[in-house]
């Protein structure tokens, strides 16, 4: 596989990414409570990794800050996300979800042609000029280092394309809409070591350009991509934020017992 | 049977469950044959093109496959607007309780007699809006009756979209409307195409509703408004109302059956392309 | 942004759809009743069953003889039908050949589609002149029962079919292991499994034998009149109506509409006590 190359269109953002601080957040669905009293803040322009184990509300929690837990009736969130200074509750749907893109842990694109399903979102969001649309395609696809190995058949499906291929495909298709912040939700988990790699790879190349928060269960990804980590742990059937800090810190020097005993396995 | 010879008793059931089986399959064969049978030699080419003469006792059928035609073009031309605003706006818009009233009074309209649907169609289409006996009011009867088949088919389709394309298209903050045109609809498309077929089969082998609704007039229909005899009526009118007309009757059900094994195999073959889509994207 | 007026826009229009859709039902029962209306004010409710006969040209309006004609056909039916359907579901199930099986279920599918006309018009060219030859003059509860119980197997065999077909296999593996052999499965395992199936079976093949209409009135004989026999013809309800709907007039008409009133209210009645929502799609 060609190692992507960053053209300089995507570099240059219209805005600098925004923090996001989280306040006193908690997630219940129905009686079930998620996560309960998260306070964190998160850099600007840095990659946080959110580390721990399964159903300590990760996911939940990324679901939160681009208010995507909504999908879901029984979901019934208390607490604050500020962009910046800006309560996302103030923000409507559609320019906060534009802002806050989001990968998910299955690559999920669209059962249209490679070229809609980039196409169809810009589209959406009132971008009707085709030579623009075209050109927006081509650089976002040049960026995840699709573009030559698609380029002579946008118009094929893109359920045709391997695993790997769907996913940097599903974050052209985020990056296409110029977000500030990208959510990832373990993105290379469904993938094989290769294709792994390349969007990790990807994913540092937009440090600095994207706030990035990653949910991963990969511990050596988590230290080798992040500026700092997130650990959630289960306490009382409640996923809690347990430490936050520089990645360097949790892993080399945990201040809590639980830390310290989980990423003690990240060598292993 | 013996109750203390198990072996016994289960011998005997076999062969109870086997004769059973055995017996409801020779008697509908005995129907279908029949039908066939004494149908096949009235059905030929001209039966199909001529207009009935001698109230139906010679001559052929093409008025009424017009009309027939012609009601079942009303009743899908209304229902499906109708059905697939309500299929849609019940999945996609409303996914909480409050809205269980209409799928409570959807339920309750599906198991209503036909023949209610005839009162209430003399009553509403015939009477109060002054449509008399016609095509139009015998369609629009029908559209009332197919409309719970028709949204349970379209609900079942758009539920059955993978979960991960709202979600994706969630996250890109597209609108319900674009989400929905682009993506979910024509991601349901086959399960619209069975509730159509499904809605067909049943609107086509319909009588009760139409008896004061459409009425009986065997003439070529020259608009919506004139009254128009349809498939099944023509079968009761012949058999109930005409000596002799049992070998036309026959022919006019040969053809309907025929309808509706074309329709039936539709089905199955959307449902089947249905499932098969799915699995490719799963 | 004109979009977002757009998506408004779009939905107060698909909200009118649904309610328009949710409506129809109350549009039916508004009609029934207001047609209804003229007979109720008119006529006491008794009059119904203390009338000397059903003369509706005579003010007399007696629907006893209907009432009993409904009843007895539907019952009959289901009595027939409800023992035949579940042995061939049994069969599709546990006795027959996967292939056959297959080809069996593909016919009784088929057969729950055949228009009731024409289930009406071989009842009245074969059925009724083989009544005829036991006991004349043919057209009876009899024919009335034995084609009603034909069109509403299918039902019943598919119903018990798909509850069947959704029964663990471990119950037929701890059957096994007993050494118990199909029938003593069938029986003592798996029908009691499936009782809330078997119901829903009998309710809806109940409800469509109350309200069907055609069959019955070309094979019943539609004499009015309490059945001494099941040889003798009678008239239900539904062949009632369609009967006189053409040239009924005033309280005629409005004791016509009476009767289809009942008839929805106990059909609405079956459905809603067989819950049938509790498996429709949700949002």
């Not at chain 1, 060609?2 to 240059?12: A, D, F, M, Y």
């Not at chain 1, 800006?86 to 749907?93: A, V």
């Not at chain 2, 009254?227 to 058999?239: M, T, W």
Request: glycine share 8%.
């Amino acid at each position: 596989m060609t190692s992507p190359t960053l053209s300089p269109q995507s570099l240059t953002t219209d805005h600098q990414p925004p923090s996001i601080w989280v306040k006193q957040l908690s997630l219940r669905y129905g009686r079930k409570v998620s996560f309960a009293n998260v306070d964190a803040q998160f850099r600007a322009g840095q990659i946080t990794a959110l580390i721990g184990p399964s159903g300590c509300g990760k996911t939940s929690f990324l679901s939160c800050l681009n208010r995507l837990h909504e999908l879901t009736p029984t979901a019934q969130l208390a607490g604050q996300v500020y962009l910046n200074d800006c309560d996302t509750e103030t923000i409507p749907l559609t320019p906060l979800r534009r802002q806050v893109g989001m990968l998910f842990q299955k690559p999920n694109p669209f059962p249209l042609s490679i070229y809609r399903n980039l196409a169809f979102p810009l589209k959406e969001h009132g971008i009707c000029d085709r030579t623009h649309i075209h050109h927006i395609i081509e650089t976002t696809l040049t960026d995840v280092g699709l573009w030559a190995e698609v380029k002579d058949r946008l118009k094929a499906p893109a359920l045709s394309l391997s695993g790997g291929q769907q996913q940097r495909l599903c974050l052209a298709r985020a990056l296409a809409l110029k977000p500030q912040v990208l959510l990832m939700d373990e993105p290379c988990s469904a993938l094989d070591p290769l294709s792994s790699e390349v969007i990790e790879d990807l994913i540092l190349r937009l440090k600095g350009i994207y706030t990035i928060l990653i949910v991963t269960h990969n511990l050596g990804q988590a230290s080798r991509i992040a500026d700092d980590v997130a650990f959630f742990w289960v306490q009382h059937d409640v996923g809690q934020l347990i430490e936050f800090g520089p990645a360097k810190e949790i892993f080399a020097n945990p201040q809590d017992p639980l830390t310290a005993a989980y990423t003690s396995g990240r060598r292993g | 049977m013996v109750r203390r010879h198990p072996a016994g008793k289960e011998q005997g059931a076999t062969l109870m469950v086997w004769l059973v089986a055995l017996g409801i399959t020779a008697v509908f064969l005995w129907l279908l044959s029949d039908v066939i049978w004494q149908g096949g030699q009235a059905v030929n080419g001209a039966f199909l093109t001529q207009a009935p003469a001698k109230a139906g006792l010679e001559g052929g059928i093409a008025p009424i496959l017009v009309s027939t035609g012609l009601v079942l073009g009303v009743c899908i031309g209304v229902s499906l607007p109708l059905g697939l605003g309500t299929a849609v706006f019940l999945t996609e818009f409303s996914p909480q309780r409050s809205h269980r009233v209409i799928r409570l009074s959807l339920d309750i309209l599906a198991g209503v007699p036909s023949i209610v649907f005839g009162l209430f169609g003399n009553a509403f289409f015939s009477r109060v809006l002054g449509l008399g006996f016609s095509i139009l009011s015998g369609g629009l009867t029908l559209a009332c009756m197919v409309l719970p088949i028709l949204i349970r088919s379209i609900q079942v389709g758009l539920v059955n979209v993978p979960r991960e394309y709202r979600q994706a298209a969630a996250a890109l903050g597209l609108s319900r409307l674009g989400t929905l045109k682009t993506l979910i609809l024509p991601a349901a498309l086959p399960g619209i195409a069975v509730g159509i077929l499904l809605g067909i089969g049943r609107a086509i082998a319909e009588t009760a509703a139409l008896i004061f609704t459409s009425g009986y007039v065997d003439r070529m229909p020259t608009s919506l408004l004139d009254s128009g005899r349809v498939l099944s009526i023509h079968i009761f009118d012949l058999a109930m109302n005409i000596p002799g007309g049992e070998q036309n009757a026959y022919g006019t059900a040969l053809v309907l059956v025929i309808l509706l094994i074309v329709i039936n195999t539709l089905v199955s073959w959307f449902a089947e392309r249905f499932r098969q889509s799915k699995l490719q994207i799963l | 942004m004109s979009r977002f007026k757009n998506e408004a826009t779009w939905r107060v229009l698909l909200r009118i759809l649904a309610l328009c859709s949710g409506a129809i039902l109350l549009l039916i029962l508004g009609f029934l009743v207001w047609e209804t209306l003229p007979i109720l004010r008119t006529v006491s409710l008794d009059r119904f069953w203390r009338d000397p006969g059903w003369h509706p040209s005579e003010q007399a309006y007696n629907l006893t003889p209907m009432v009993i004609g409904t009843l007895g056909v539907t019952v009959g039916a289901v009595l027939v039908a409800t023992p035949l359907g579940l042995l061939s579901a049994v069969f599709c199930q546990y006795y027959a050949p996967a292939g056959v099986a297959q080809l069996y279920r593909r016919l009784i599918e088929l057969l729950a589609g055949i228009p009731s006309v024409v289930y009406g018009l071989w009842g009245l060219v074969v059925l009724v002149p083989l009544i005829a030859k036991v006991q004349p003059p043919g057209s009876s509860l009899l024919a009335g029962i034995l084609i009603l119980a034909l069109m509403i197997l299918p039902t019943i065999a598919l119903v018990i079919d798909a509850s069947l077909a959704s029964l663990p296999p471990s119950y037929w593996r701890g059957s096994a292991a007993l050494g118990l052999g199909t029938w003593a499965t069938v029986q003592g395992v798996c029908l009691p499994a499936i009782r809330s199936g078997l119901l829903t079976a009998v309710m809806l093949a109940t409800a469509r034998a109350l309200g069907e209409t055609m069959a019955v009135l070309m094979v019943c004989g539609n004499v009015v009149q309490v059945p001494d026999s099941i040889f003798a013809p009678v008239r239900t309800l539904t062949a009632n109506i369609a009967l006189e709907m053409a040239y009924a007039l005033d309280l005629h008409r409005s004791a016509l509409f009476a009767s289809g009133l009942v008839l929805m209210l106990v059909v609405t009645g079956l459905v809603v006590v067989t819950d049938p929502w509790t498996d429709a799609p949700e949002g």
